[in-house]
């Protein structure tokens, strides 16, 4: 195992070099030149020259992109262009926000998906079943945004206008008067804050989880060996939690590893709708801003992240399975 | 003899399908005493595994169904309407099962001493330790060699035949009386098969249990059985002692099953076989079900179903056939009991 995971870092490496070169080359020969932004265009061309070579625009692209590429040996990835601030402390100001959303939402997405599948595959064909296979397919379909924009609207706006207790903030990760509140009261904060966000992340995903899910436990429901542990005389509880559950993860395992820059691309979104100072804004701030750099920076960290999710998923596969070895 | 142990009486198991109501199993009676090897003989769809597994009250419901008016009785105990509860305590304890595919009988997640120490935990209540050393206690009891070092592996690092050991050691992990075997060795070599039948044979002598054997090769009813039931569309053919049916075979469709054994040393330019198929069990024929395939049917087997004679008398055994304490009879469900001219005409 640790020979294959040490084969797997290694054969990751050139991946994300990669990455990196198609991130820069794309985003470089894009039209569109951040000396514009930053400048009056009633500047003189000499001031908006000297602008271009403060910025290192002004040399050719395989040069930038060497030093771009260096600058991540430094573990410094540049200057931000809007911010003038190094980019690593932009990023590292905005990841654990990120980490916070993408983790309550990947917990929700599995568990809330798995349950439901697991519940409608014993209950196979019953009102249950029918009701929540229609409104997965309903949530799996619906776009993020839109989903953010209602549940925003009805369990902050209207809640509110309607006097109901307990309407839930819709900005940010912590109300304004955080930095007065209890212990306690400072965690069920940050709680009310995170549930709209991590609502809008999940249940899209969620609902892939549970179809799938679903499936995957029908068809192991009918296997040999679930006879084989009825006829042992094992609850029904132990037959499905225990030697049904374990076999029918196995490929739901798998979608770990693909759901991940769906849950990262989603939580862009998301952080843009309520406003969660995390890298999806700062993606989506500098994007606008053409601040090429932090845009870099931030592609490059969601597909290491990726990366890295996917080599979690082939540990979790063998785990789950025996039949699997890495050798 | 006492009583019997296993008491089935007009057993009859239904199924829903979109085609109609499938009467896989439709009035079978039969009885197994303790310590007898009961063998159940018959073609793929003539009704034996859902007879096992109504046994064991496994059959999927819906669509399955055990129809009332059906008894099966373990130990003077009713099953067919038993709380589930109680079905739970007497599956894997009093009365055991072993499948037909050891490949995908066991759970390929799990190692397999895991899986027997399982059964032991939940009957016996004892503790992971004991329930281990159990586990390797019954892996040796089966055979396998190094049970220590076999316990800790995987379905899939075993053999077919290792497999099927297993899965004897987790049916054997409770002592139970009652051992339903079905088709134990059809998906294995045939020097693996003798092995496993002869694995079978000797647990019975030295555990005591009854085994109900389910099989279509009559090989192997030979070989181990001390009665013989014969099923056919879903109904008992031919049930008596097992020198009696290899003997005297009275039932054209024992004599067809008897006939298509190929024999070692015989010249034969072609394997005899019954013609036809099982008919399908939403659309039993009319009459004898037996009638479409049998070589000697005319009017009265179309028209009328036999009942079940006592062989060689013409008597109509009466209901609850056979469960009674005498010896053990012979008993046909053919009209050429009362009509012994037409034999010679095939």
């Known amino acids: 195992m640790g020979n294959y995971l040490l084969r797997r870092i290694l054969g990751a490496i050139p991946l994300v070099v990669g990455v990196a070169t198609l991130i820069f080359f794309v985003l470089n020969l894009a039209p569109g030149d951040p000396a514009a932004m930053y400048s009056n265009p009633n500047l003189p061309v000499a001031v908006i020259e000297q602008l271009r070579r403060n910025l290192g625009l002004d040399q050719p692209i395989y040069i930038r992109y060497f030093k771009w590429l260096g600058s991540f040996f430094t573990g410094?990835?540049?200057?931000?262009?809007?911010?003038?601030?190094?980019?690593?402390?932009?990023?590292?100001?905005?990841?654990?926000?990120?980490?916070?959303?993408?983790?309550?939402?990947?917990?929700?997405v599995f568990v809330l998906g798995v349950a439901i599948g697991i519940y409608q595959a014993v209950r196979q064909y019953s009102v249950a079943d029918g009701v929540l296979s229609v409104s997965s397919l309903f949530f799996y379909s619906m776009p993020s945004f839109w989903l953010g924009l209602m549940l925003m609207l009805l369990f902050s706006l209207k809640w509110h206008e309607w006097g109901l207790p307990f309407a839930l903030p819709a900005t940010g990760m912590t109300g304004v008067d955080y930095d007065y509140l209890s212990f306690g009261h400072k965690l069920l904060d940050r709680a009310a804050h995170l549930v709209l966000p991590v609502?809008?992340?999940?249940?899209?995903?969620?609902?892939?989880?549970?179809?799938?899910?679903?499936?995957?436990?029908?068809?192991?429901?009918?296997?040999?060996?679930?006879?084989?542990?009825?006829?042992?005389?094992?609850?029904?509880?132990?037959?499905?939690?225990?030697?049904?559950?374990?076999?029918?993860?196995?490929?739901?395992?798998?979608?770990?590893?693909?759901?991940?820059?769906?849950?990262?691309?989603?939580?862009?979104?998301?952080?843009?709708?309520f406003s969660w100072p995390g890298m999806g804004r700062v993606i989506v701030d500098a994007i606008l801003q053409r601040d090429y750099p932090v845009v870099m920076a931030t592609s490059f960290l969601f597909a290491l992240m990726t990366v890295f999710g996917n080599l979690i998923a082939d540990v979790l596969y063998a785990v789950a399975d025996p039949r699997i070895r890495y050798d | 003899m006492g009583s019997p142990l296993l008491e089935v009486t007009e057993l009859r198991t239904y199924f829903r399908t979109d085609g109609g109501l499938a009467r896989a199993v439709d009035g079978v009676s039969f009885h197994v005493h303790q310590g007898e090897v009961l063998g159940i003989v018959g073609e793929s769809g003539s009704g034996k595994s859902v007879t096992?597994?109504?046994?064991?009250?496994?059959?999927?419901?819906?669509?399955?169904?055990?129809?009332?008016?059906?008894?099966?009785?373990?130990?003077?105990?009713?099953?067919?309407?038993?709380?589930?509860?109680?079905?739970?305590?007497?599956?894997?304890?009093?009365?055991?099962?072993i499948f037909q595919e050891p490949m995908t009988s066991l759970n390929p997640v799990f190692p397999v001493g895991e899986q027997i120490a399982e059964t032991v935990r939940l009957h016996r209540r004892v503790g992971k330790e004991a329930a281990r050393a159990r586990a390797i206690e019954l892996l040796g009891l089966v055979g396998l060699?190094?049970?220590?070092?076999?316990?800790?592996?995987?379905?899939?690092?075993?053999?077919?035949?290792?497999?099927?050991?297993?899965?004897?050691?987790?049916?054997?992990?409770?002592?139970?009386?009652?051992?339903?075997?079905?088709?134990?060795?059809?998906?294995?070599?045939?020097?693996?098969?003798?092995?496993?039948?002869?694995?079978?044979?000797?647990?019975?002598?030295?555990?005591?249990?009854?085994?109900?054997?389910?099989?279509h090769d009559l090989g192997v009813v030979a070989e181990v059985c001390d009665r013989v039931v014969v099923m056919y569309a879903g109904q008992v053919r031919e049930q008596g002692p097992v020198e009696a049916i290899f003997r005297d075979p009275r039932d054209p469709y024992t004599q067809g099953l008897l006939a298509s054994i190929p024999r070692l040393g015989r010249r034969m330019e072609l394997l005899t076989v019954i013609p036809g198929t099982v008919p399908n069990p939403v659309r039993w024929p009319g009459g004898c079900r037996f009638h479409t395939r049998c070589p000697h049917a005319w009017e009265l087997c179309r028209r009328e179903a036999p009942p079940l004679f006592r062989a060689g008398t013409g008597d109509v055994v009466a209901q609850a056939s056979g469960a009674g304490t005498s010896a053990p009879t012979h008993d046909v469900r053919c009209w050429l009991e009362t009509h012994p001219e037409r034999r010679a005409s095939p």
Request: with cysteine; hydrophobic share 50%; aromatic share 6%.
């Open chain 1, 76 to 108: 410094h990835f540049g200057y931000s262009f809007a911010q003038g601030r190094p980019v690593l402390d932009i990023l590292l100001e905005a990841l654990p926000a990120t980490l916070i959303l993408a983790f309550w939402a990947l917990i929700v």
């Open chain 2, 52 to 97: 096992s597994l109504s046994i064991m009250r496994l059959i999927p419901r819906p669509p399955g169904e055990i129809v009332a008016g059906s008894s099966i009785r373990l130990k003077g105990e009713e099953l067919v309407d038993a709380p589930e509860k109680r079905m739970r305590e007497i599956r894997g304890n009093d009365v055991a099962m």
């Open chain 1, 199 to 273: 609502t809008t992340l999940s249940l899209v995903l969620a609902a892939g989880i549970a179809r799938y899910t679903r499936g995957q436990m029908l068809e192991v429901i009918r296997q040999d060996y679930i006879r084989t542990a009825r006829a042992k005389g094992l609850p029904e509880r132990t037959v499905i939690l225990k030697h049904a559950l374990r076999n029918s993860m196995i490929p739901v395992i798998t979608l770990f590893g693909l759901y991940l820059p769906l849950l990262f691309s989603g939580a862009v979104f998301v952080e843009v709708i």
């Open chain 2, 145 to 215: 060699p190094d049970p220590e070092e076999r316990v800790d592996t995987y379905p899939h690092e075993l053999s077919g035949g290792q497999r099927q050991r297993v899965m004897i050691a987790m049916a054997l992990s409770c002592e139970p009386d009652l051992l339903i075997a079905d088709e134990p060795t059809t998906a294995l070599d045939v020097t693996i098969q003798a092995q496993i039948l002869e694995l079978l044979a000797e647990l019975r002598r030295r555990l005591g249990m009854a085994i109900v054997l389910i099989t």
